[in-house]
């Protein structure tokens, strides 16, 4: 919603302290220059992503994608955009997060999305569906950090896979958490150059669910029934 935080500044700054909000949301200020009653077109900042998502979450990219992050880290023409899924044909699906690769350069795009609150000693699922050309192979990875720097993503949710083309489907990780805080997830499209396209769509984390597994079975044995009965215990 846009807020009026300010009127009728004759100085050339401004700072505020934002409440955390209830869920994630992301924020940039206009600003407007005013002079014997003339207003100019307003001047817009740099946006900036406050708060964060709870598990279960689910993005299908049919709405705003304002909380997503975009890098396009070799600067090239083509980056991660919203697009119909009708475009490629896929039936169930209405929007999607797509990326096309340039012919003379790598791609070198992640596609971040908002800080999800993950609890030590849970693990979660990690599903996403995976579009490709059905010309060439594609290349993704998934990563995921405590912060929206790449260099942060170290933890690997998803080595770099080579997606052959024309194949497309459901990839299931799980995710266990050591220690409980905001983890950034990073889908990074890594096609070679001449390559044509890569998709995702309907990125869901689950609910938290116990990481332990049980302990193996040990000192087993089985012991014959007596008086020859088909049983043993």
Do not use: C
Not at 145 to 156: H, I, R
Request: zero cysteines; charged letters at 15%.
């Amino acid at each position: 919603d846009n807020v009026t935080v300010a009127s009728g500044l004759k100085a050339t700054s401004f700072s505020e302290t934002i409440a955390e909000p209830a869920s994630a949301t992301r924020y940039h200020y206009a600003v407007t220059a005013n002079f014997s009653g003339a207003a100019s077109a307003p001047a817009e900042s740099n946006s900036v992503l406050l708060g964060y998502v709870t598990p279960p979450y689910t993005a299908d990219f049919n709405g705003s994608t304002d909380l997503f992050t975009v890098l396009n880290l070799n600067n090239d023409f083509f980056t991660w955009q919203q697009q119909e899924a009708w475009l490629s044909g896929l039936i169930g699906h209405e929007n999607y997060m797509r990326i096309n690769t340039y012919l003379d350069a790598d791609a070198d795009d992640w596609l971040l999305i908002p800080p999800v609150m993950l609890e030590a000693g849970k693990a979660y699922k990690l599903k996403f569906f995976v579009v490709t050309s059905n010309q060439n192979d594609e290349t993704l990875e998934v990563r995921m950090g405590e912060s929206a720097d790449v260099a942060a993503l170290t933890t690997v949710v998803l080595e770099p896979t080579v997606m052959r083309y024309g194949q497309g489907g459901e990839i299931e990780r799980s995710i266990i958490i050591n220690k409980t805080g905001r983890y950034t997830i990073g889908f990074h499209a890594m096609s070679p150059a001449m390559s044509f396209y890569l998709a995702i769509d309907d990125v869901t984390i689950s609910a938290p669910y116990s990481s332990e597994v049980p302990a193996a079975i040990s000192d087993l044995r089985a012991e014959a029934a007596p008086m020859g009965a088909l049983s043993a215990t």
